[in-house]
């Protein structure tokens, strides 16, 4: 089933049929992976995470907000499978990430791709549920972490993002990285602190030298508070465990 729809979705040309077709697969995906490694892996192999990403960049240069919560609603959901069985109505895990639980966690890997993509708005509300998810419980966590996430997370980091995005991603990320951290994670952590992220690199200033400034250096302010946030996410993680090998 998952090659035959991977190859109409790759014959499909970009456009609004496209999207559509793309959009009627993800709303059907929990109902077809959750609760079962067995179809799980079949999704991998049919159609792949990578393949099915560069799908995702296809339906257009930004996002849509329902795409991205199309995603999210793959990536988790309320109500968790029984017996193998997934819910027959499962609510939003946009809707409701607090009492959500994870389904398939290499999904969060396609939200952080497309999350440089989207406007700062859909970017901040992604991070937010996120960060509600993960906090919502050790389980979450957990099959986040064997999926990776923080080493995503942190390399997400340290790329070009706006001050408040990189504020979010940083309080999103901060219960996994207290929950489990390996010794690669944690020199990643370390490399931020010795290089923060650039920060709001466009914001509006008085005079044109401030502007160079801010262009060339970033904001000092925010560069301090990012190393204070930094600092805070590492005594966190090192108080519950310390590191994993």
Request: proline fraction near 8%; charged fraction near 15%.
């Amino acid at each position: 089933f998952f090659p035959h729809v991977a190859s109409a979705l790759d014959a499909a040309p970009a456009g609004p049929r496209f999207v559509q077709l793309l959009h009627q697969f993800l709303r059907a995906l929990p109902a077809l992976t959750w609760g079962s490694a067995t179809a799980q892996a079949a999704f991998a192999s049919g159609v792949g995470y990578e393949r099915f990403g560069a799908m995702l960049l296809r339906a257009g240069d930004q996002p849509t907000p329902g795409l991205v919560r199309a995603l999210f609603d793959w990536f988790g959901g309320a109500g968790a499978s029984r017996g193998g069985e997934p819910p027959s109505a499962p609510l939003s895990c946009w809707e409701h990430p607090t009492g959500s639980t994870v389904q398939v966690a290499r999904v969060s890997q396609l939200l952080l791709g497309l999350l440089p993509r989207c406007e700062p708005p859909l970017q901040l509300e992604l991070l937010s549920r996120l960060g509600c998810l993960l906090e919502g419980g050790v389980l979450n966590r957990s099959r986040c972490a064997e999926a990776r996430l923080l080493w995503h997370m942190l390399h997400l980091l340290g790329t070009e993002l706006s001050g408040p995005v990189q504020h979010a991603l940083l309080r999103a990320l901060t219960p996994l990285a207290s929950h489990s951290v390996s010794v690669p994670e944690l020199k990643l952590l370390f490399s931020l602190l010795a290089r923060p992220p650039a920060g709001a690199r466009h914001e509006e200033g008085a005079a044109e030298q401030s502007e160079n400034a801010a262009e060339a250096h970033g904001d000092p302010r925010r560069s301090t508070e990012l190393h204070s946030e930094l600092l805070g996410t590492i005594s966190s993680m090192l108080r519950q465990q310390g590191p994993a090998a």
